[in-house]
């Protein structure tokens, strides 16, 4: 046996030089260990001093053997963690995009030059990088540049109103800055200001054929910011032709359209320059507007101006996730919907977000990470690997897991930490129904998701044999806790000792894969316990076996709580409705169910034995037999009290057999035979059923309310019943024969 160490930044050349003795250079990073090949009970220790794993997918490049696995270990009193998500950095803050382009104008007024302008006049000039126009007493204060005459323009700038103004009346406007037609400075389309009675708000000239020196003006609701340089864009279309009035004229500010016209006739108009600051007023009054980044161009596209405090960064491939020092951040549809802090939005090659500083020195622990791999652990053909005490997170949207475990037998996933991860599952274990030993135990695994509808489970098996899935807890996801038989079938699975809740979907599922001529059978659901399920998806149970093979056992299972959306919902259920698998033999015995819409619902299966169940407080149904496939169930040793409608409901199955049953109260009709509902004494006249079952009475529970389902001295239960064959309850005891 030797060991071998590995951590993020590691520069070994090769395993050899990986004896972890000294810096970096004495450890393999990923890409080093998958290009190397091991021994059987070779160990490989995984460090945490090089930052997270990230870049590549862990791949163990060798197989162990009997008694020898190859084993990845986290290093003593180390916790290394392995990302399918990537750092991203050099972040800037946003500007514009869209608006025009500057094929016909463009000036920043940086150069503090206005001498290639033309016309020049009254209170204007180019100042602090800026064109600065000082309107006087109403006064024509203005300057403008010619261009290019063409029948579509784009503009855009920047516009400020400078507080401090005097004197501006009501009704009053200025132009701020515009297209002009430059020959008798016509109105093309100006962009303005204009006193309303109570605030200062943008206002709009916009002429049309023999309309050019009386214009049409509009006035916005819209109150003009003082002191902010405001974002201008203009857009203008010539009509094609003589009576076509097809024109087009447009306004956004701070990327809102204000403007927007058709069926304008402007055909006969020119648009060869802009004109900037105030050439008419309705008033005498005194205000300083500042122009400031002005293009124009014949080509561009509607504007979309940032929101606040909106950041973006280089990334190439689009991400499913972006977590914020780890904390999930928020998708938007688009970069106009950014706003809130850790929003963001990925297209094209950039991604943006929403910080209220520089992301690159506020997110540090370990900063702003994007999901960029949909596997991060890849087990592919190599048996006897043990994968052991890693945390695994981040990983991108894909049809299998973060830890893909395929073809590979006798496998050992434990002490694993997954978490906050897109996709299909957090373990995926894919294999041959010949694999036999593979063991997935005590794992915490939360928080997967995915676009899918119905996906994002926690583990996840097809086509496993003999395996063991025990000892872990499995919560937050967007579909169940364990689904045994997504794409295949699996054989022989023990699941046991887990506890799954709150996820989307059922705690745990078994379901028939029929389009691969393999059904989940002989498995053995046992001692777990299930939750508060079903948080997403409607129409599922706890413990839900769908479509199943033959000879499942189902049995001292703790089920409560199961969410009810719509359709159904409840504590254990065999699903076989409509046709063809229908779960024959399968065992259902010393489970207990409380606080659940339906306890135990066998529908369209035959030959299913359900016994020595404790069913509490449904609201609905306690023991349901249901469809017309549903044939020779048998129902037997179970205690159910108080139910919403039913105790016992047989719903079209033929050949039901339920007897030995303690029932309580019997207050109404709580038993319903094909849909024609009894009370107790009625039920066993009209249907034959429960012929041996006692007269309602209470169980006699230590503390139901607590959901102590002992039975107290006393109880009517106690040595009652029936031999069906089982030796050990759910408390563990020998039961009595």
């Known amino acids: ?57 862990l791949t163990p490049p060798t197989a162990g053997s009997v008694g020898q696995p190859i084993t990845y270990q986290a290093a003593t009193g180390e916790s290394p963690v392995l990302s399918g998500a990537d750092l991203v950095g050099t972040w800037t803050t946003t500007s514009a995009s869209g608006g025009a382009g500057s094929d016909l104008l463009s000036d920043n007024f940086d150069d503090n030059d206005i001498t290639d302008w033309e016309s020049a006049v009254g209170g204007v000039a180019a100042a602090n990088q800026q064109l600065e126009t000082t309107i006087s007493s109403g006064g024509t204060d203005r300057v403008r540049k010619s261009f290019t005459d063409d029948t579509e323009v784009w503009a855009q700038w920047k516009q400020t109103l400078a ?107 020119s648009t060869d320059g802009v004109l900037m600051g105030n050439n008419a007023t309705t008033g005498t009054f005194d205000a300083s507007i500042v122009i400031d980044d002005l293009d124009v161009g014949t080509t561009g596209s509607d504007p ?25 951040g928020n998708e938007e549809s688009a970069l106009a919907d950014l706003g809130t802090d850790k929003d963001w939005f990925h297209t094209g090659t950039t991604l943006y977000c929403t910080s ?30 043990t994968i052991d005490g890693l945390t695994l997170r981040h990983s991108g949207d894909g049809t299998e897991g973060a830890l893909y475990c395929n073809q590979s037998a006798n496998a050992t996933l434990t002490n694993l930490i997954i978490h906050d991860c897109f996709g299909y599952s957090g ?22 998701r995915s676009g899918d509808a119905d996906r994002g489970v926690g583990i996840q098996m097809d086509q496993g044999g003999s395996a063991t899935i025990d000892n872990n807890t499995i919560h937050h996801n967007t579909d169940g806790g364990i689904k045994i038989g997504l794409w295949i079938g699996s054989s022989s699975v023990t699941i046991s000792n887990n506890t799954c809740y709150q996820n989307g979907a059922s705690g745990i599922s078994l379901n028939g894969a029929d389009d691969f001529g393999t059904n989940t059978a002989s498995c053995i659901v046992e001692y777990n316990h299930c939750y508060d399920n079903g948080q997403i998806v409607a129409d599922r149970y706890n413990i839900d076996l769908y479509k199943c093979g033959d000879d499942n056992i189902v049995r001292y299972n703790l089920c409560h709580g199961m969410n009810y959306i719509s359709l159904d919902a409840g504590g254990i259920r065999i699903d076989a409705e409509s046709g063809g698998i229908f779960g024959s033999g399968t065992l259902i015995y010393y489970n207990i169910c409380y606080d659940e ?50 105790h016992a409901y047989n719903q079209d199955a033929t050949n039901s057999v339920f007897d030995y049953n303690l029932y309580y109260p019997d207050t109404g009709t709580p038993f319903n035979w094909n849909d024609t509902s009894y009370n107790f004494a009625d039920w066993k006249t009209n249907s ?44 563990g005891n020998t039961v009595p024969k």
Not at 304 to 328: E, H, K, M, S
């Open 1 to 57: 046996m030797a060991t071998y160490h590995m951590r993020a930044d590691g520069t070994a050349a090769n395993k050899a030089a990986a004896d972890g003795t000294g810096d970096a250079s004495t450890f393999l990073d990923v890409a080093g260990h998958n290009g190397e090949t091991f021994a059987a009970d070779d160990v490989i220790e995984l460090h945490d001093g090089g930052g997270n794993f990230t870049d590549a997918v």
């Open 163 to 269: 507080s401090g103004h005097s004197g501006w009346g009501s009704g009053e406007d200025t132009q701020g800055g515009g297209l002009t037609e430059m020959a008798g400075y016509h109105h093309v389309l100006y962009v303005g200001m204009k006193h309303d009675g109570s605030n200062i708000v943008w206002y709009f000239r916009y002429g049309t054929d023999g309309s050019e020196t009386s214009p049409t003006t509009t006035t916005s609701s819209v109150t003009v910011t003082e002191d902010v340089a405001h974002d201008v864009h203009i857009h203008w279309v010539a009509s094609t032709g003589a009576g076509n009035d097809d024109g087009i004229a447009e306004v956004w500010i701070d990327g809102v359209q204000l403007l927007d016209l058709s069926g304008l006739d402007t055909d006969t108009m």
């Open 304 to 328: 979309v101006i940032p929101p606040a405090n909106t950041w973006q960064a280089a990334l190439t491939t689009a991400p499913d996730g972006v977590f914020f020092d780890g904390t999930y």
């Open 356 to 385: 209220t500083s520089d992301p690159d020195t506020r997110y540090t622990s370990p900063g702003v990470e994007a999901t960029q791999r949909e596997r991060i652990i890849l087990l592919q053909g190599k048996d006897y690997v």
């Open 427 to 448: 373990i995926h274990h894919e294999g041959a129904l010949t694999d036999t030993g593979g063991v997935i135990s005590y794992n915490t695994i939360s928080y997967i």
């Open 597 to 646: 819409r339906n306890g135990i619902h066998i529908l369209g299966s035959d030959g299913v034995s359900v016994y020595n169940n404790v069913i509490y407080n449904s609201g609905i149904t306690g023991l349901w037999s249901h469809g017309s496939n549903a044939d020779a169930n048998i129902f037997k040793n179970n205690i159910v009290h108080t139910s919403g409608s039913n």
């Open 688 to 731: 034959s059923q429960d012929g041996n079952s006692p007269t309602p009475a209470d169980p006699l529970f230590v503390d139901a309310a607590a959901a102590d389902f002992r039975l107290a001295y006393g109880s009517p239960c106690i040595d009652a019943g029936t031999d069906v064959g089982l030796t050990q309850d759910f408390a």
